[in-house]
């Protein structure tokens, strides 16, 4: 079984800039969630989709927005990019929505802000 | 708010010394506990989930066990393939739509010489 994918797996930009990361789930699974991985601050929860809505958002401000897609395919976006969010964006997939089962991470989309 | 502290930051040892990797963790209520492991530029790797005080899981050199207040990820006879930055992690009920949401501690930091 394939594991969670995430395209590009690197990407530099400029600030001011905007980005779009993509992530497709494991097969089956219909629950993804957005993490950001920096050195000072560790692994922080973006949000979470699940059938196409946005179930829960952490503590990041409104130029961090995502999507679903109907076959779990999820997107996240960061307008006007900032020197911060240069960090590793990793995307998890689980395959239940109504439990506290475990998350599966893709490999991270590593973005460089200049 | 939900916290989750690790110790110790890093740890070396040498390949065959056995030690422990400890997360304290205080949450409202906790619903799963997950260790992870981490290599250098790749994504979280799912090791373990603990739901219940009391709960112990293994695998290969690894054993995980789960208390009221913390959780130990003990390691047996470390190897050099065994060093990697270890994540704990937990969920922690704050309503119907908290399920995806995980707070992570800062990692542990394991070097395993030969």
């Known amino acids: 079984k394939a594991g969670v994918t995430q395209t590009p797996r690197y990407l530099i930009k400029t600030r001011g800039q905007q980005v779009t990361l ?13 993490y950001q991985q920096t050195p000072g601050q ?46 590793l964006y990793l995307c998890a997939s689980r395959a239940s929505v109504s439990s506290y089962n475990e998350q599966f991470f893709g490999p991270g989309t590593r973005l460089t802000v200049l | 708010e939900d916290q989750v502290t690790q110790s110790p930051e890093a740890l070396r040892l040498q390949e065959g010394e056995s030690s422990s ?29 603990l739901y219940s005080a009391g709960e112990e899981k293994e695998k290969e050199r690894l054993k995980a ?36 949401k995980l707070t992570f501690g800062q990692g542990t930091i394991l070097t395993v010489h030969p």
């Open chain 2, 65 to 100: 066990t789960l208390t009221k207040k913390e959780s130990f990820l003990h390691i047996t006879a470390p190897k050099p393939e065994d060093s990697a930055t270890y994540l704990c992690a937990v969920h922690a009920y704050a309503g119907g739509t908290s399920y995806g």
């Open chain 2, 21 to 49: 990797l400890n997360c304290s963790y205080t949450v409202s209520g906790l619903r799963g506990l997950f260790w992870y492991r981490q290599d250098p530029g790749k994504g979280p790797e799912f090791l373990f989930t």
């Open chain 1, 22 to 34: 993509s992530c497709s789930p494991i097969s089956g699974h219909r629950s993804v969630s957005w």
């Open chain 1, 42 to 87: 560790g692994l922080q929860f973006l949000f979470e989709y699940f059938s196409e809505t946005q179930r829960n958002k952490g503590n990041f401000p409104g130029r961090f927005s995502g999507r679903q897609f109907s076959n779990s395919r999820s997107e996240m976006n960061v307008s006007t990019l900032e020197l911060g969010d240069s960090a």
